[in-house]
């Protein structure tokens, strides 16, 4: 068991500066001992900037410092596969950004290579440990409206949406690095909320895709959960007004929140209350600690490799790719 854990980041781009990076120095038993980008320029002026004693322009030179016992990997979704499988077969924890891969063939992959391993992985779906949506969670767990009936979810974009991160290479409306559109880079924190609050998905009953140009997906799906809740999202990347929410209905009254608010809205029994939080200054710190506290084998994985898989299959049959899903 490791006593301390020494990350390694793979992509020290937009991602790592502010919502992740800073994360892993300044968690307790937890350090950022070197960092990875192509661009050595860019990759030193982060290692200066952060304080990071080494740096390199090589992935498999990052995996091999033997310094090194865990890997973030925050490059684009192509590569996630590849540094992941390479990262625990040099016997290193690996924390992936989300899309965890481009599709379900390559999540089956990776879900296998780490069954077959001794390494912990962890997802990071990091909406899960941000006080909005634990409130949601802690409500939902309380029984507060009632037994569930549905959940909804509504994504309405204009082209200038302001919730995809921007790039120099906008890479995200290019299927082969992305795995998709802009559904590709929002939806897996949505679909993974929507699990993790409700479950084991019994079965997929409806999923429609337009392409409206190759970043703006019009996608939609309907699921059951095997409790009984019906789900249903839409996300339009096209639209003519912004709009980002989430309602979910009980027999006694409904909770509603936006994904990226920070606010939610309890009716019960006629009476509202409103429910106000501020996320932390770096996002992603809250799964970070919590990944740490599981390589460190103080608490259960915050999100499992397994897990990712049925967003991944959930996504794919979303934009048609395919017809059949099992949960297994």
Known sequence: M?????????????????????????????????VMRRNEDKVIDFAKRHGVAHWTTSATKLIENELVNSVYIATPPSSHLEYALQAINAGKNVYVEKPMVLNSQEAQILLDAVNGSK?????????????????????????????????????????????????????????????????????????????????????????????????????????????????????????????????????????????????????????SESYHYENPEHVQQPMIEKTVGYFLGNNPNPCSVKEAVIVTHIMDVFCGKSYKYKNK
């Open 119 to 271: 390494v912990k992985a962890t997802i990071a779906h990091y909406r899960r440990e941000l006080p909005v949506f634990l409130k949601v969670k802690d409500l939902l767990d309380s029984n507060t409206i009632g037994k569930i009936i549905s959940a909804e979810i509504n994504i309405q974009q204009t082209s200038n949406t302001s919730l995809i991160a921007k790039t120099d290479e906008n890479w995200r409306t290019n299927p082969e690095i992305s795995g998709g559109g802009y559904f590709h880079d929002i939806a897996p924190h949505q679909i993974d909320l929507m699990c993790y609050y409700f479950g084991v998905v019994e079965h997929i009953t409806k999923a429609s895709r337009k392409e409206k140009g190759i970043s703006n997906q019009d996608v939609s799906g309907e699921l059951l959960f095997k409790n009984g809740v019906n789900f249903s999202g839409n996300w339009d990347f096209n639209a003519l007004e912004d709009k980002d929410e989430c309602k979910i209905q009980g027999e006694r009254g409904s909770i509603s929140f936006s994904f990226y608010g920070n606010t939610v809205i309890l009716v019960k029994d006629g009476e």
């Open 2 to 34: 490791e006593s301390r854990i020494n990350w390694g980041i793979i992509g020290c781009g937009e991602v790592a500066e502010v919502k992740s990076g800073p994360a892993f120095y300044k968690i307790e038993r937890s350090s950022l001992i070197t």
